[in-house]
C-alpha cells in the first residue's frame, strides 16, 4: 500500500508539473490518473453490467427520439436505423473523463458500424459546469472527440431527465432496462434494430473485451 501511493503521489506531481494548455489542474491530475483509476475498479465493473439476455423488444421505438446537438440542431435518431449506437453521459472533470479517449478509438474501429453519442451532464458532484461551447472544445483539443454529443441535460431520473435517457431508464418504453447512469460514463448499446441490449457501468471501459464482443 505504501508504493501504491508513493506512485500515486509521483503521478499527481508529474501531471501538476506537466499541466495541459487546455486542461486545468484537475483536468490534467485526472488524465494522468486514469489508467490507475480504471485498474482498481475493473472487477466491480463486471459485476454491474447488465444484458437483455431474453432480447426483448422496446414498446416505445428508438428511431421515434430526438435530441438537441451540442451546436443547437436537431438530432433525429431515425438517421441511426441499421447501425448499432453506444449513449454514453459525460463530463469533463471526472476520474473517468479519459473515456473519451477510448471512445473516439471504439467510433474509429467500427466506422460505418457504430455510432457513439456522448450526452454531457452535470448531475454527478458538478462535473460538467461548462457550456456547450466550451464542452466541444475540451473535448476535440485534448481527446479529438468527433463522434457526435449532444446538448448539456438530464440524464438521470428526476424532473425534466431528456427525452433519450428517459427511453433508456425506463422499461416500459425500453421494454426491460431501469438502470440510470451509476456515474459519469455510463454505456448502453442499441442494436441495428433499435432494441437496448446492454448497460455498462463506469467502471467498465469502452475498450473491454466486453464491450467489443457486444458490438460484435
Not at 27 to 47: E, H, R
Not at 89 to 118: H, R
Not at 191 to 208: A, I, K, R, S
Amino acid at each position: 500500500m505504501i508504493k501504491i501511493g508513493i506512485a500515486i503521489g509521483i503521478l499527481v506531481a508529474a501531471a501538476m508539473l506537466m499541466k495541459k494548455k487546455d486542461m486545468s489542474y484537475r483536468q490534467s491530475i485526472l488524465k494522468t490518473m486514469y489508467p490507475v483509476i480504471m485498474w482498481s475498479s475493473k472487477a466491480a465493473g463486471k459485476k454491474q453490467t447488465l444484458f437483455n439476455k431474453d432480447q426483448v423488444k422496446p414498446t416505445t421505438s428508438f428511431y421515434s427520439l430526438h435530441a438537441t446537438d451540442i451546436n443547437g440542431a436537431n438530432f433525429d435518431f431515425a438517421s441511426l436505423k441499421g447501425k448499432k449506437v453506444l449513449i454514453v453521459n459525460t463530463a469533463s472533470d471526472c476520474g473517468f473523463t479519459g473515456q473519451y479517449e477510448a471512445l473516439e478509438k471504439l467510433s474509429k474501429q467500427f466506422e460505418g458500424k457504430l455510432v457513439v453519442i456522448g450526452f454531457p451532464a452535470n448531475d454527478f458532484k458538478e462535473q460538467e459546469k461548462a457550456d456547450e461551447k466550451n464542452i466541444a472544445s475540451f473535448c476535440q483539443k485534448n481527446y479529438g472527440v468527433t463522434f457526435p454529443l449532444m446538448s448539456k441535460s438530464i440524464v438521470i431520473k428526476k424532473n425534466h431527465q431528456n427525452e433519450v435517457y428517459k427511453w433508456l431508464t425506463d422499461l416500459s418504453l425500453n421494454g426491460w432496462c431501469s438502470q440510470e447512469p451509476a456515474w459519469n460514463f455510463c454505456k448502453y448499446l442499441i442494436n441495428e434494430e433499435g432494441v437496448l441490449t446492454h448497460y455498462f457501468p463506469m467502471t467498465v471501459d469502452p475498450l473491454d473485451q466486453s464491450v467489443i464482443n457486444a458490438i460484435n
